[in-house]
Protein backbone atom coordinates (compact mmCIF):
# COMPACT_ATOMS: atom_id res chain seq x y z
CA UNK A 1 0.00 0.00 0.00
CA UNK A 2 2.64 2.28 0.89
CA UNK A 3 4.71 1.78 -2.46
CA UNK A 4 0.94 1.59 -3.82
CA UNK A 5 0.36 5.61 -2.68
CA UNK A 6 4.08 6.77 -3.42
CA UNK A 7 3.88 5.55 -6.84
CA UNK A 8 1.00 7.52 -7.41
CA UNK A 9 2.84 10.27 -5.71
CA UNK A 10 5.55 10.04 -8.18
CA UNK A 11 2.87 9.96 -11.11
CA UNK A 12 1.04 12.94 -9.87
CA UNK A 13 4.66 14.76 -10.06
CA UNK A 14 5.51 14.06 -13.54
CA UNK A 15 2.09 15.01 -14.75
CA UNK A 16 2.30 18.13 -12.49
CA UNK A 17 5.45 18.88 -13.98
CA UNK A 18 4.16 18.27 -17.51
CA UNK A 19 1.45 20.63 -17.63
CA UNK A 20 3.57 23.21 -16.13
CA UNK A 21 6.27 22.30 -18.80
CA UNK A 22 3.43 22.65 -21.30
CA UNK A 23 1.94 25.79 -20.35
CA UNK A 24 5.68 27.28 -20.00
CA UNK A 25 5.89 26.05 -23.92
CA UNK A 26 2.44 27.44 -24.84
CA UNK A 27 2.83 30.86 -23.58
CA UNK A 28 1.72 33.23 -26.72
CA UNK A 29 4.11 36.06 -28.24
CA UNK A 30 2.20 38.96 -26.29
CA UNK A 31 3.28 36.56 -22.96
CA UNK A 32 6.40 36.19 -23.76
CA UNK A 33 7.34 39.74 -24.73
CA UNK A 34 5.97 40.96 -21.30
CA UNK A 35 8.86 38.54 -19.59
CA UNK A 36 11.30 40.23 -22.16
CA UNK A 37 11.71 36.66 -23.70
CA UNK A 38 12.04 38.34 -26.99
CA UNK A 39 13.83 35.32 -28.75
CA UNK A 40 11.61 32.87 -27.20
CA UNK A 41 8.67 35.35 -28.67
CA UNK A 42 10.07 34.75 -32.56
CA UNK A 43 9.86 31.02 -32.38
CA UNK A 44 5.94 31.34 -31.63
CA UNK A 45 3.37 31.11 -34.75
CA UNK A 46 3.05 34.21 -36.97
CA UNK A 47 -0.46 33.88 -38.65
CA UNK A 48 -2.57 36.77 -38.10
CA UNK A 49 -2.11 40.46 -36.90
CA UNK A 50 -1.89 40.02 -33.42
CA UNK A 51 1.21 37.86 -33.53
CA UNK A 52 2.77 39.59 -36.60
CA UNK A 53 2.68 42.51 -34.48
CA UNK A 54 4.22 41.32 -31.28
CA UNK A 55 7.32 39.37 -33.45
CA UNK A 56 7.63 43.03 -34.87
CA UNK A 57 7.74 44.32 -31.37
CA UNK A 58 10.13 41.81 -30.65
CA UNK A 59 12.55 42.21 -33.05
CA UNK A 60 12.57 45.62 -32.57
CA UNK A 61 13.75 45.18 -28.99
CA UNK A 62 16.59 42.99 -30.25
CA UNK A 63 17.14 45.51 -32.45
CA UNK A 64 16.72 43.47 -35.66
CA UNK A 65 15.18 46.16 -37.75
CA UNK A 66 14.50 44.96 -41.17
CA UNK A 67 12.73 41.91 -39.50
CA UNK A 68 10.89 44.62 -37.22
CA UNK A 69 9.70 46.08 -40.12
CA UNK A 70 8.80 43.27 -42.55
CA UNK A 71 6.58 42.05 -39.76
CA UNK A 72 4.63 45.28 -39.01
CA UNK A 73 4.40 45.12 -42.62
CA UNK A 74 2.77 42.44 -42.48
CA UNK A 75 0.84 42.92 -40.15
CA UNK A 76 -0.70 46.16 -41.64
CA UNK A 77 -1.95 43.50 -44.14
CA UNK A 78 -3.44 41.49 -42.00
CA UNK A 79 -5.47 44.17 -40.06
CA UNK A 80 -8.74 44.16 -40.13
CA UNK A 81 -9.89 47.81 -38.43
CA UNK A 82 -8.30 51.07 -38.41
CA UNK A 83 -7.07 50.88 -35.20
CA UNK A 84 -5.12 48.25 -35.96
CA UNK A 85 -3.89 49.63 -39.57
CA UNK A 86 -2.75 52.99 -37.72
CA UNK A 87 -0.85 51.00 -35.02
CA UNK A 88 0.81 49.12 -37.57
CA UNK A 89 1.86 51.99 -39.99
CA UNK A 90 3.26 54.18 -36.56
CA UNK A 91 5.21 50.97 -35.83
CA UNK A 92 7.01 51.09 -39.11
CA UNK A 93 7.89 54.46 -39.15
CA UNK A 94 8.90 54.18 -35.78
CA UNK A 95 11.31 51.33 -36.74
CA UNK A 96 12.51 53.31 -39.54
CA UNK A 97 13.55 56.18 -37.33
CA UNK A 98 15.29 53.69 -34.76
CA UNK A 99 17.66 52.19 -37.65
CA UNK A 100 18.45 55.58 -38.36
CA UNK A 101 16.85 55.49 -41.65
CA UNK A 102 15.33 59.37 -41.01
CA UNK A 103 14.31 60.60 -44.27
CA UNK A 104 12.51 57.43 -44.85
CA UNK A 105 10.78 57.55 -41.38
CA UNK A 106 10.05 61.11 -42.15
CA UNK A 107 8.36 60.42 -45.49
CA UNK A 108 6.77 57.37 -44.49
CA UNK A 109 4.85 58.82 -41.22
CA UNK A 110 4.23 61.84 -43.32
CA UNK A 111 2.35 59.91 -45.72
CA UNK A 112 0.61 57.44 -43.22
CA UNK A 113 -0.41 60.48 -41.15
CA UNK A 114 -3.04 61.67 -43.76
CA UNK A 115 -5.01 58.47 -43.29
CA UNK A 116 -5.50 59.08 -39.33
CA UNK A 117 -7.35 62.88 -40.02
CA UNK A 118 -10.43 61.74 -38.51
CA UNK A 119 -8.78 60.26 -34.86
CA UNK A 120 -6.77 62.68 -33.24
CA UNK A 121 -5.49 60.29 -30.67
CA UNK A 122 -3.61 58.52 -33.64
CA UNK A 123 -3.01 61.88 -35.25
CA UNK A 124 -1.44 63.47 -32.25
CA UNK A 125 1.31 60.51 -32.15
CA UNK A 126 1.97 60.45 -35.71
CA UNK A 127 2.66 64.09 -34.98
CA UNK A 128 4.63 63.52 -32.07
CA UNK A 129 7.37 61.04 -34.01
CA UNK A 130 7.18 63.41 -36.67
CA UNK A 131 8.50 66.23 -34.28
CA UNK A 132 11.07 63.35 -32.67
CA UNK A 133 12.34 62.30 -36.16
CA UNK A 134 13.12 66.12 -37.07
CA UNK A 135 14.77 66.72 -33.92
CA UNK A 136 17.07 63.76 -34.85
CA UNK A 137 17.34 65.68 -38.44
CA UNK A 138 18.20 68.47 -36.57
CA UNK A 139 15.09 70.42 -37.92
CA UNK A 140 14.29 71.85 -34.85
CA UNK A 141 12.19 74.57 -35.96
CA UNK A 142 9.90 71.92 -38.06
CA UNK A 143 10.13 69.94 -35.00
CA UNK A 144 8.60 72.43 -32.71
CA UNK A 145 6.04 73.35 -35.16
CA UNK A 146 5.05 69.43 -35.50
CA UNK A 147 4.76 69.25 -31.50
CA UNK A 148 2.77 72.24 -31.06
CA UNK A 149 0.17 70.88 -33.81
CA UNK A 150 0.31 67.64 -31.54
CA UNK A 151 -0.79 70.00 -28.13
CA UNK A 152 -3.18 70.95 -30.13
CA UNK A 153 -4.89 67.33 -30.14
CA UNK A 154 -3.98 66.58 -26.32
CA UNK A 155 -6.49 65.27 -24.35
CA UNK A 156 -5.67 65.77 -20.64
CA UNK A 157 -2.73 67.30 -18.92
CA UNK A 158 -0.65 64.30 -19.34
CA UNK A 159 -0.62 64.57 -23.01
CA UNK A 160 -0.55 68.66 -22.83
CA UNK A 161 2.57 68.44 -20.30
CA UNK A 162 4.72 65.76 -23.17
CA UNK A 163 4.06 67.72 -25.40
CA UNK A 164 4.67 71.40 -24.22
CA UNK A 165 8.21 69.75 -22.82
CA UNK A 166 9.60 68.45 -26.33
CA UNK A 167 8.13 72.26 -27.71
CA UNK A 168 10.49 73.99 -25.03
CA UNK A 169 13.38 70.76 -25.96
CA UNK A 170 13.29 71.58 -29.47
CA UNK A 171 13.36 75.49 -28.38
CA UNK A 172 16.34 74.85 -26.69
CA UNK A 173 18.18 72.83 -29.16
CA UNK A 174 17.91 76.05 -31.04
CA UNK A 175 19.52 77.82 -28.74
CA UNK A 176 15.86 79.85 -28.56
CA UNK A 177 16.21 79.36 -24.48
CA UNK A 178 13.45 82.55 -23.87
CA UNK A 179 10.96 80.70 -25.76
CA UNK A 180 12.32 77.08 -23.77
CA UNK A 181 12.19 78.73 -20.44
CA UNK A 182 8.01 79.70 -21.57
CA UNK A 183 6.76 76.56 -22.77
CA UNK A 184 9.20 74.64 -19.71
CA UNK A 185 7.23 76.55 -17.70
CA UNK A 186 3.97 75.72 -19.14
CA UNK A 187 5.12 72.25 -19.26
CA UNK A 188 6.18 72.05 -15.63
CA UNK A 189 2.74 73.43 -14.63
CA UNK A 190 0.88 70.79 -16.48
CA UNK A 191 2.98 67.67 -15.09
CA UNK A 192 2.44 68.83 -11.35
CA UNK A 193 -1.26 69.30 -12.32
CA UNK A 194 -1.24 65.45 -14.18
CA UNK A 195 0.58 63.92 -10.54
CA UNK A 196 3.96 62.95 -12.58
CA UNK A 197 6.36 63.24 -9.92
CA UNK A 198 9.24 61.95 -11.74
CA UNK A 199 8.05 63.97 -15.20
CA UNK A 200 7.52 67.37 -12.99
CA UNK A 201 11.37 66.78 -11.58
CA UNK A 202 12.59 66.18 -14.54
CA UNK A 203 10.88 69.62 -16.15
CA UNK A 204 11.77 71.39 -13.29
CA UNK A 205 15.54 71.06 -13.29
CA UNK A 206 15.61 71.32 -17.61
CA UNK A 207 14.01 74.90 -16.35
CA UNK A 208 16.57 75.29 -14.30
CA UNK A 209 19.18 74.44 -17.04
CA UNK A 210 17.08 76.89 -19.48
CA UNK A 211 17.73 79.88 -16.71
CA UNK A 212 21.14 79.13 -16.83
CA UNK A 213 21.70 79.92 -20.58
CA UNK A 214 19.90 83.13 -20.09
CA UNK A 215 22.10 84.08 -16.92
CA UNK A 216 18.68 84.37 -15.26
CA UNK A 217 20.69 83.02 -11.39
CA UNK A 218 18.38 84.02 -9.42
CA UNK A 219 15.62 81.52 -10.87
CA UNK A 220 17.92 79.12 -11.55
CA UNK A 221 18.76 79.27 -7.89
CA UNK A 222 14.59 79.55 -6.32
CA UNK A 223 13.94 75.73 -9.04
CA UNK A 224 16.88 73.96 -8.15
CA UNK A 225 16.49 74.68 -4.42
CA UNK A 226 12.54 73.45 -5.21
CA UNK A 227 13.30 70.35 -6.85
CA UNK A 228 16.41 69.04 -5.03
CA UNK A 229 14.22 69.45 -1.83
CA UNK A 230 11.11 67.54 -3.75
CA UNK A 231 13.80 65.26 -4.65
CA UNK A 232 15.40 64.43 -0.82
CA UNK A 233 11.52 64.47 0.44
CA UNK A 234 10.19 62.03 -1.85
CA UNK A 235 13.42 59.36 -1.62
CA UNK A 236 14.07 60.39 -5.15
CA UNK A 237 17.75 60.15 -5.60
CA UNK A 238 17.62 59.59 -9.57
CA UNK A 239 16.67 63.36 -9.64
CA UNK A 240 18.19 64.44 -6.83
CA UNK A 241 21.63 63.63 -8.62
CA UNK A 242 20.66 65.58 -11.88
CA UNK A 243 19.30 68.10 -9.58
CA UNK A 244 22.72 68.58 -7.97
CA UNK A 245 24.63 67.92 -11.57
CA UNK A 246 22.44 71.18 -12.35
CA UNK A 247 23.85 73.28 -9.01
CA UNK A 248 26.96 72.03 -10.23
CA UNK A 249 26.76 74.03 -13.06
CA UNK A 250 24.94 76.75 -11.51
CA UNK A 251 27.71 77.34 -8.88
CA UNK A 252 30.31 77.82 -11.75
CA UNK A 253 28.32 80.15 -13.30
CA UNK A 254 28.66 82.04 -9.86
CA UNK A 255 32.48 81.47 -9.97
CA UNK A 256 32.06 78.96 -6.53
CA UNK A 257 34.51 76.02 -8.06
CA UNK A 258 34.85 74.44 -4.48
CA UNK A 259 30.95 74.09 -4.41
CA UNK A 260 30.20 73.62 -8.21
CA UNK A 261 32.64 70.23 -7.64
CA UNK A 262 31.45 69.32 -4.46
CA UNK A 263 27.78 69.27 -5.78
CA UNK A 264 29.12 67.34 -8.99
CA UNK A 265 31.25 64.58 -6.70
CA UNK A 266 27.72 64.27 -4.28
CA UNK A 267 26.17 63.78 -7.95
CA UNK A 268 28.66 61.41 -9.03
CA UNK A 269 28.14 59.30 -5.88
CA UNK A 270 24.37 59.09 -6.08
CA UNK A 271 24.56 57.96 -9.82
CA UNK A 272 27.21 55.13 -9.01
CA UNK A 273 25.23 53.69 -5.70
CA UNK A 274 22.09 53.14 -7.78
CA UNK A 275 23.74 52.23 -10.47
CA UNK A 276 22.14 54.89 -13.14
CA UNK A 277 24.64 54.65 -15.82
CA UNK A 278 23.38 56.91 -18.18
CA UNK A 279 24.09 59.97 -15.62
CA UNK A 280 27.38 58.89 -15.01
CA UNK A 281 27.58 59.36 -18.75
CA UNK A 282 26.18 62.99 -18.51
CA UNK A 283 28.29 63.73 -15.73
CA UNK A 284 31.33 62.64 -17.05
CA UNK A 285 30.79 64.34 -20.23
CA UNK A 286 30.56 67.40 -18.72
Known sequence: MKFKIQFLLILFSVSFSNCIFSKEINKSCDELLSDNQYEEALKTKKSEYKSAFCHG????????YDDAFNDFKLA????????????????????LKEANKLDEALLHLKNAISRTQTNKSFK???????????????KYDE??????????????????????????????????????????????????????????????????????????????????????????????????AKALYAESKYYKKKSNNEL?????DEANKIAHDIGAEDLKTLFNGN
Open 76 to 95: DKLSKNDIDHYMADLLEGIT
Open 124 to 138: RLYLIEIGETLLLLT
Open 57 to 64: QANLKLRH
Open 260 to 264: SKSKL
Open 143 to 240: AANAFTEAYGLAANDDERATNLDRIAYAYASMKNFTKAIEFELKANLAFDRAGLLGEYAESGINLALYYLEVNDLSSAEKTLFKFEKLARDNGGMYYL
